[in-house]
């Protein structure tokens, strides 16, 4: 694992601001292994250690089931958030391996998109080339069990990663005689990049176990270079939870991240999840705006440079890619890549906007897999420092609890209620 954190640009802007007794006492907080280890027992009703940190995949169990994709084209996963984010960060992020297979997600019943592919016929899937995985920890997701079933009307094979225990998707799976895999029971959705709902769909594409059995070892040894023991000059989840807390102690709610590559853009999504959902609660946290870059400069940096002033810059680079050229002037598409970059940072210390980036050497494994463990540590940390529990999302819960009632009484009640936007709207155009 080779990831560097730049911070000079960023500690001096800030200077001395949020360095205060409160932020000496968080900082004695991250710096004692045992007080962070009694709080994460506390808040996930477990060991001292997160359990994505404990839990290992199933390689064996993997390689076991792979078969179910052998001769399909293309692999859907059914879900929502942590059930299908890690696993797209991980396969656009290693896309250039060249998988045998295709895929894509369903993350909803849209039927401009994928849903009404998959339903039409005619076009890339069908049911002799494509396979259904369904992901859902609680079992309960109401889209992910009517779209399974649809699918599964119209003679598309399924194979189901649920949790063990009672749920709507177990009920399906055991009517139907699906097969099924299991879904980690105490790993939240978020944090299971290295679990098997990510990993048994990235096996499928290859057709074997070599690349998830390199990410189970990648990710087992980031975990042990960013857990509780180390303190915080010495772990960079630490440091890096510390001083977005620190930069919102200041007034920076808002952190905005240019990422120069295009295979981690997943990773970037996966990011606004795992901060979001882990720390943005109570009236704290900060908003995470990944952005795509170097297009993000062309309108973006008129938002981070030019608008409120509660903005601060995390960028995130690689170092080298597999293949590079040289344009007509002599200098690689690499470096011309980082020069746009440093313009970027060059700008922000102009302007005295703290900003910070964040490399990768490479796209390899070990530093895919620990710039994504990197956050998942960073996310509990930042919630530690923020008094919430960074295991909990219970603003996700109170949406999906509200439109799985609507679906249950559906009736002429719920379609006036959806009604409601077009015929009460104040204004027409």
């Not at 908003?287 to 993000?296: D, K, N």
């Not at 440093?342 to 700008?347: F, K």
């Not at 210390?349 to 900003?355: A, D, K």
Request: glycine share 12%; proline share 4%; with cysteine.
């Amino acid at each position: 694992m080779s990831l560097h954190l730049y911070l000079k640009s960023f500690d001096g802007p800030l200077g001395e601001r949020g360095k205060d007794g409160l932020w000496r006492e968080k900082k004695g907080l991250l710096d004692d292994a045992a007080g962070c280890a009694e709080l994460i027992a506390r808040y996930q009703d477990g060991p001292g250690e997160p359990w994505f940190a404990t839990e290992r995949a199933d390689v064996a169990g993997i390689a076991a089931k792979i078969g179910a994709a052998e001769g399909m084209e293309h692999v859907v996963v059914v879900g929502n958030g942590g059930s299908i984010r890690n696993v797209w960060a991980l396969y656009l992020a290693f896309s250039e391996r060249g998988f045998a297979r295709k895929l894509h997600l369903l993350d909803g019943t849209d039927m401009s998109g994928l849903l009404g592919e998959l339903l039409r016929g005619g076009g890339a899937f069908s049911p002799a080339n494509t396979l259904i995985v369904p992901v859902s920890k609680s079992g309960e997701t109401e889209n992910v069990i009517q779209e399974t079933a649809l699918l599964m009307e119209r003679g598309y094979a399924a194979l189901a990663i649920t949790s063990s225990g009672p749920s709507k998707l177990a009920d399906m799976v055991a009517q139907a005689n699906l097969d099924t895999f299991p879904h980690p029971d105490q790993v939240g959705g978020r944090f299971t990049a290295a679990q098997n709902n990510a990993l048994l769909p990235l096996a499928m594409l290859e057709g074997n176990t070599a690349l998830v059995s390199e990410i189970d070892l990648a990710f087992a040894a980031a975990h042990e270079k960013l857990n509780t023991s180390a303190p915080a000059s010495e772990n960079m989840a630490k440091r890096l939870a510390l001083e977005l807390w620190r930069a919102e102690q200041a007034g920076y709610t808002e952190v905005f991240m240019p990422i120069y590559a295009h295979a981690l853009s997943g990773v970037g999504e996966l990011i606004v999840q795992l901060v979001h959902e882990s720390y943005c609660k109570a009236g704290r946290g900060q908003t995470i705006l990944a952005a795509g870059a170097p297009e993000s400069q062309h309108h973006t940096n008129q938002r981070y440079f030019g608008g409120r002033e509660n903005v601060v810059g995390l960028s995130v680079c690689v170092g080298r890619f597999g293949a590079d050229r040289s344009l007509p002037g002599g200098v690689s598409c690499t470096e011309f890549l980082h020069m746009e970059h440093a313009g970027v940072v060059a700008e922000a210390e102009r302007r005295g906007t703290p900003h910070m980036a964040l490399t990768l050497d490479s796209l390899a494994v070990p530093d895919v897999c620990g710039l994504i463990a990197l956050w998942q540590w960073a996310a509990v940390y930042g919630g530690l420092l923020r008094g919430v529990n960074p295991f909990d999302q219970p603003a996700v819960e109170g949406s999906k609890q509200a439109t799985t009632q609507l679906f249950e009484n559906f009736g002429e009640e719920t379609k006036a209620s959806l009604a409601r936007f077009t015929r009460d709207a104040g204004y027409r155009l």
